[in-house]
């Protein structure tokens, strides 16, 4: 069976799926497309069901619930570390509220994030990997940085004004900033969802029991960082809550939407539906 299979060109996601790309795990029957997009259109593309199973932004899945569920494998959380604010030159915090910032798309976890974080600003939607050279050209007052910028941007010569990690263990006694999950359709059949949640569970396992050469296959993603700073970029985001989300990731996600939903940023209540092997 021959599933479309979207994820991010990205360090983190190539690393997880390394097993896949590789054949080097048992697919029991399953046969992959991989579709390497953006987050921000493989969300827009989950709105429309083209994909079988893809990484979705936990912000979508508030408008996707009836669609798609969530695996129990592959999220991304940021566990006292996450989106980042940046600015040109230093800047406080409380300044961000009614300033201009570049955001990577109004879908995105990190957008719901800084709107949790600060209710009040101007969004202006620009390419994830675009945000850094938006902002230094004085086109925006700050930026939200996802991916490797996190670790990048201090050495591109911006300062950071909050990390929203950070804020989010604050806020709830230290649950981690949900961001990105991997979601399978609904009506796929039954079998085949219990066989997914096996394989992707495996994929991720064997990329971290075998990481030397996960981390070279994703390089290939790198977007110019060293295998250093991309196999810390991989740890921040494939951890123990990417092998499975457990209790703690599981309630990190519902807090996030139901907090989105109390202050009428998604539609609420959202049931959060997770698959099962």
Not at 17 to 26: E, N, P, S, V, W
Not at 113 to 119: G, M, Y
Not at 218 to 225: E, F, I, K, N, T
Not at 268 to 275: C, E, L, W
Request: proline content about 6%; glycine content about 10%; overall charge negative.
């Amino acid at each position: 069976m021959l599933l479309k299979l979207g994820h991010s060109p990205d360090p983190d996601d190539a690393f997880m799926f390394y097993a896949l790309a590789q054949a080097c795990i048992d697919t029991e029957g399953l046969q992959f497309e991989h579709i390497l997009q953006d987050i921000e259109t493989l969300n827009q593309r989950a709105e429309r069901s083209e994909l079988d199973i893809t990484a979705l932004s936990v912000h979508a899945y508030a408008y996707l619930h009836d669609r798609y569920q969530v695996l129990p494998h592959g999220a991304s959380m940021g566990d006292g570390y996450g989106p980042l604010f940046v600015a040109r030159t230093p800047m406080a915090a409380a300044a961000l509220r009614g300033a201009r910032i570049a955001v990577p798309g109004l879908r995105t976890s990190a957008y719901l994030a800084a709107r949790l974080a600060v209710p009040e600003f101007e969004p202006v939607v620009v390419p994830f990997d675009r945000i850094m050279e938006h902002v230094r050209a004085g086109h925006s007052d700050a930026g939200l940085l996802i991916h490797e910028g996190q670790l990048t941007y201090a050495a591109e010569g911006f300062h950071k004004v909050l990390d929203l990690g950070e804020w989010w263990r604050d806020a709830t006694g230290g649950l981690p900033l949900p961001l990105g999950v991997n979601a399978v359709r609904r009506d796929l059949p039954p079998d085949v969802k219990r066989r997914l949640v096996r394989v992707l569970g495996a994929s991720i396992r064997y990329a971290l029991a075998h990481r030397a050469p996960a981390v070279q296959h994703a390089m290939r993603w790198g977007r110019g960082l060293d295998t250093p700073t991309a196999d810390r970029f991989i740890g921040m985001y494939v951890n123990e809550l990417t092998e499975d989300l457990g209790a703690r990731g599981r309630e990190g996600i519902r807090e996030f939407l139901a907090r989105g939903a109390a202050a009428g940023l998604v539609p609420g209540p959202i049931p959060v539906d997770f698959a099962t092997a």
